[in-house]
């Protein structure tokens, strides 16, 4: 088999093991990965700004509006002026989104990340540059991205909903 076969069948994997943890992801929480990465950032600090959260998972402005959008008509967050600036909103977890955060797997970039930062220095760098040049390869070296392991447009609802 050629190394481009090779090459080609390993990124298969990784695209399907993605997909297939953002159908389990969606069908046991009912969230997109970006959703549920949207919840947890929430949850870690029980209030944030949108625009805070919107440069510590890496998308726009817009992109959060409409991730927090979502998880508000779903009651798993909720918006509150803020006391000390008006101007400012802050986004608090509901009890309802506790929930689903405690029943929901791993993100897909956590298993990831956990096992990455287990690898020697040398073995990172390598993949790193590894990847980074496949990027070059399919023309995507210039694509605007999240460290979110996701399929498709970062807003999207799971299966229509």
């Known amino acids: 088999m050629k190394r481009s076969d090779i090459a080609l069948i390993a990124l298969r994997r990784i695209l399907r093991a993605t997909e297939m943890h953002s159908r389990n992801l969606a069908k046991a929480s009912g969230l997109t990965t970006a959703q549920m990465l949207t919840l947890q ?12 959260m919107a440069a ?12 927090l959008d979502r998880l508000s008509e779903k009651g798993m967050i909720r918006r509150q002026r803020s006391e000390t600036d008006r101007r400012q909103t802050n986004i608090l977890l509901t009890d309802q ?3 689903v955060l ?3 797997p791993d993100p897909l970039q956590d298993q990831f990340t956990a096992q990455f930062d287990g690898l ?3 073995e990172q760098a390598m993949i790193v540059a590894a990847l ?14 999240s460290p979110v392991l996701d399929l498709g447009d970062i807003r999207r609802s799971p299966a229509g909903h």
């Open 41 to 52: 950032a929430v949850g870690e600090t029980g209030r944030s700004t949108p625009k805070e």
């Open 56 to 67: 510590t998972l890496g998308v726009s402005q817009a992109t959060m509006t409409a991730l």
């Open 97 to 99: 989104g506790r929930e």
């Open 102 to 104: 405690d029943r929901a």
């Open 120 to 122: 020697e220095d040398w």
């Open 132 to 145: 980074e040049r496949v990027a070059l390869l399919l023309n995507a070296k210039g694509l605007d991205a």
